[in-house]
């Protein structure tokens, strides 16, 4: 059986692994607020992005980037995980569907290129796995536009050359505290908006287009496709910092339910400590009578 | 009837207010828009934007490319960066502007170096129209 002081020592260590759990949960939650902050400023530009290209896209609607092609050859797989651990299955989660998108996409017959964005995926695509990989690189502690526009800019690159004939992106969608679900989304070829509202302002006048819509789009769409690569890079730290919270919310849970039972332990031990010395003192008087 | 400036980029919006005039670096020329203009859609190339407040008090500011869509009572800019003109830090940015200018001077002697140019040479345009913005606002 444990001694007194050995469950004294086990509940003194749960109790500062207790104190860092909640620590990180708070800060968590800090971060979190701060990364909910930056998805909701990106939504008008991507709002207005979208109107924008829906309004050029109608009286233009060629682009290199649009083009669907019919032999998929090689396929491009953006991975976004966070550099951090500790979130629980958050990184797990995108690891496995993009390895199972792997698995499929070399089913089909294509080769596989990986662009991989946060520590945790470049760890673990390192090695054999990792024979796929074009470009790795951290997420950092602060998503900025220009990391998403260097990242776009590669992947349009390569899908203009010819290198790449489809680019998906698999991340983690931040939807609430407790739902990060895996979401594969289909960067390249651009999918064009689609002009529902076309109909409702058909009586206004166009735009006048200057230089010429074709050669607007050129400078539209590989903006377009930043954004939706901002928002991925955007909504995977929002997520992060949710999962991790969570996780250390029940962390700290798992901690309390520990200090509970070793007390409960402590104690008991404590009192068949005093109920043994009693009986001692006790026969040792009735040997003297 | 007034004229709305909205300046948006990724980071939110930086600007909206009603306005006089603005003048945007359009790619194929700097242009003017006062209230009621035509319904107009084009890109724009970094440069400093020059903003007539009700007034006449005249504001300037540094954006990057990106694109202007106005409409009769309605400039809608939407670019990478945009930093108003107090808002710039100028020996940061002239420390950037040499910086890019060097690391340039290097990659141009070099072949196969034609990723870290366009990059390079963003980060040097960027730079020197906060340093114009800059001057421009203090002239």
Known sequence: MATLSDIKRRITSIQSTQKITSAMKMVSAAKLRRAQEAIEAARPYAQRMRETLEEVGSAEASHPLFEQRDEIKRVGILVITSDRGLAGAYNGQVLKAAESLMAKKRGEGSEVSLTVVGKKAVDYFKGDRGRSVKSARPVGPNVNYLEAKQVASSLIEDFESGELDQVIIVHNEFVSMIAQPVKLVSLLPFVPPSDDGAEAEADQAPYEVEPDASRLLTVLVPKAVEVEVFRALLENQAGEHAARMTAMENATKNTEELIENLTLEYNRARQAAITSELVEIITGAQALE | ?139
């Open chain 2, 1 to 139: 009837m007034s004229l709305d400036l909205i300046v948006v980029t990724p980071q939110g919006e930086v600007f909206a207010e009603a306005v006089e005039q603005v003048v945007l670096p359009g790619a194929e020329g700097d242009f003017g828009v006062l209230e009621n203009h035509e319904k107009f859609l084009t890109a724009l190339k970094p440069g400093p934007v020059e903003i007539r407040l009700p007034g006449g008090t005249i504001e300037w500011a540094a954006i990057s490319d990106g694109f202007a869509q106005v409409t009769a009572n309605q400039v809608v800019v939407l670019v990478d960066e945009c930093f108003k003109a107090h808002e710039i830090d100028l020996e940061h940015a002239q420390h950037t502007h040499a910086e890019a200018e060097s690391e340039l001077a290097e990659l141009m002697n070099q072949l196969n170096s034609e990723d870290t140019r366009a990059e390079v040479e963003s980060t040097l345009v960027r730079a020197s129209v906060m340093i114009e913005t800059h001057s421009r606002h203090h002239s």
